[in-house]
């Protein structure tokens, strides 16, 4: 018989949802992250960054030691995250694959990196086919950036039902993390009966399956809620010694199986919510590490070391964050910041409604547009993911042999990739975050409607259908709090229509620029190609005069 262990795991779910211009494909200034462009860069250098380089001191202050938290703690980063790292801050972005590499070794072959739903919706309130691709797209991230399949998949604010977890089954995962009031019942193997753990009852010490109505398998994870809830909001991150202590103290006496505890938290809690958060952080992993009896561990060695022996069933459309389920994101279920004391949130259904409006009455229009020229749409559309991870011409020339019924024209092939591009952003738009916070005016929301609007225009070049209106007429029954915002549609007309990009300005802003430099060879501006013409620049004084043409 194996003997008992005693495992500490801590997960960081780490992520941003995506704040590209969908014109530009590139993040505009945001001042409220200032001194720093925007609100990655702020978090990159406040969290990402010192977690791959954490400092341990001695009691004199004096460093004894920088290391990676990541290789030692189990982590996941969204994918939109990760595709803003490599470009803007390639460094943190290796340190991260390298973490994962060497977590490999540290625990038996078990990378300590978990894939992500794509672009963080709540799976939930999805259909089932956009489930689906929210699964495979995070799978193919995953795969093309770590180089290897993942075991496992965060859920979005761990929001769940029994056909999320049936997609991630379907696609080889096997296993994912949820909160302990999420457990409706357990039983062991065998037993015919279930016994009920509900209220944040269930055992978090060990691993439990879902046996779905497929036939299919996963595992769950219950996290401590409560030492979650205390790293996140009671400040036990202000001392490194205090979380160590706390962590140990979760094993259960008297107890013959090997047991698990283990905490689930945003990872920005480590740096950025918590200023030094990762350095108690490294010092809370080095101290386990250095307790006699005890080991640090990941999910995936957990599950492979001690498959589940008991069943359990789920409490279905709930979230970690949401005291009514999954309603924070869907209706005016009370949820908020608590930073607005007697805002409404109202909105949330309107928005959602206008979003599903958007979708729903596109599915029929890009199914007959792609009739004569895909194999399957939505085979395309999840394979598409593949030109979004990797630009190069052979690339998409295999995406084609594979899902193009026939060679196409370049008018089909542009035809094609726009309606692939709508239908990534009427995913884009679905992020979590834009219904998470006090005003359908905030940032996230904007965000959103910003790819709402991007899937509309591409739904006018590409289907020659204007859903603008009836989208603008629901969207007007979201009520802001800000009498000047008003509502959804005065929203939308006033921070969102002026921000589309056409050609017209992606000239206008290489026609600006050409006063200051002067452009033989093509260039890009953003999302644009310009290849110059003619361009010359006439000078009297302190005046400049720029004539030219080009194609764009």
């Known amino acids: 018989m194996k003997a008992a262990q005693r495992l500490v795991c801590l997960h960081g779910h780490f992520y941003q949802p995506p704040r590209e211009n969908p014109w530009l494909e590139t993040i505009e200034v945001q001042d409220s992250a200032f001194p720093y462009h925007d609100w990655n860069e702020r978090i990159t250098a406040e969290c990402y960054e010192p977690n791959a380089y954490a400092r341990i001191l001695d009691d004199n202050g004096k460093i004894v030691s920088i290391v990676s938290n990541y290789e030692r703690m189990s982590f996941n980063f969204g994918p939109t995250l990760l595709s803003w790292m490599l470009v803007h801050c390639k460094r943190v972005y290796e340190s991260i694959l390298l973490a994962d590499k060497q977590s490999l070794l540290r625990f038996s072959g078990h990378g300590s990196a978990m894939a992500q739903v794509y672009n963080h919706a709540i799976m939930p309130l999805c259909n089932a086919r956009d489930k689906r691709t929210q699964v495979v797209w995070g799978l193919r991230d995953f795969a093309f950036r770590f180089g290897r399949l993942p075991e496992g998949m965060w859920l979005a604010e761990t929001a769940v039902d029994i056909d999320t977890l049936e997609a991630l089954a379907k696609e080889g995962i096997r296993f994912t993390i949820l909160a302990p009031h999420q457990a409706k019942a357990v039983r062991r193997r065998g037993e015919p009966s279930f016994t009920d753990v509900s209220g944040s009852r269930v055992d978090t010490t060990m691993p439990y399956e879902v046996v779905l109505p497929s036939g299919r398998r996963i595992a769950v994870f219950f996290y401590d809620g409560r030492t979650s809830r205390a790293v996140a909001f009671e400040g036990l991150l202000n001392h490194g010694d205090k979380l160590a202590e706390r962590l140990l103290r979760g094993f259960l006496p008297g107890v013959d199986h090997s047991q698990l505890v283990h905490i689930a938290t945003d990872g920005e809690s480590y740096g950025h919510h918590h200023k030094y958060g990762e350095m108690a952080l490294a010092f809370a992993l080095r101290t386990i590490e250095q307790t006699e009896g005890v080991r640090l561990t990941n999910y995936g060695e957990m599950l492979a070391q001690n498959p589940p022996t008991h069943e359990v069933e789920i409490v279905e459309r709930t979230a970690w964050s949401c005291a009514h389920g ?202 644009y190609d310009v290849r110059p013409r003619e361009h010359q620049v006439l000078r009297a004084g302190r005046v400049s005069l720029a004539l030219g043409r080009a194609d764009v």
């Open 326 to 527: 999954i309603d924070r994101w869907a209706s005016d279920c009370g949820c908020n910041s608590g930073g607005n004391p007697g805002w409404h949130q109202r909105w949330r259904a309107p928005l959602r409604a206008a979003l599903d409006l958007l979708r729903d009455r596109l599915v029929p229009l890009y199914e007959q547009a792609t009739a004569a020229l895909l194999h399957d749409p939505w085979a395309a559309r999840d394979a598409y993911v593949d030109m979004i991870l990797d630009g190069r011409t052979e690339v998409r020339d295999r995406f084609l042999r594979n899902q193009a019924k026939r060679p196409l024209s370049a008018d089909e092939l542009a035809r094609v990739f726009q309606l692939l591009e709508m239908q990534r952003h009427l995913l884009l738009m679905y992020t979590s975050c834009g219904w998470f916070f006090d005003d359908i005016s905030g940032t996230e929301p904007v965000q959103n409607l910003l790819y709402a609007a991007r899937a509309i225009q591409l739904a006018q070049t590409a289907l020659k259908v204007d859903l603008e209106p009836s989208f603008l007429e629901v969207l007007a029954t979201a009520e802001s709090n800000l009498v000047e915002v008003g509502n959804g549609r005065r929203l939308y007309e006033a921070q969102v229509r002026p921000r589309k990009v056409d050609l017209a300005k992606a000239f206008a802003h290489y026609a600006i620029t050409s006063l200051f430099q002067h452009y033989e060879e093509p260039i890009n501006v953003y999302g």
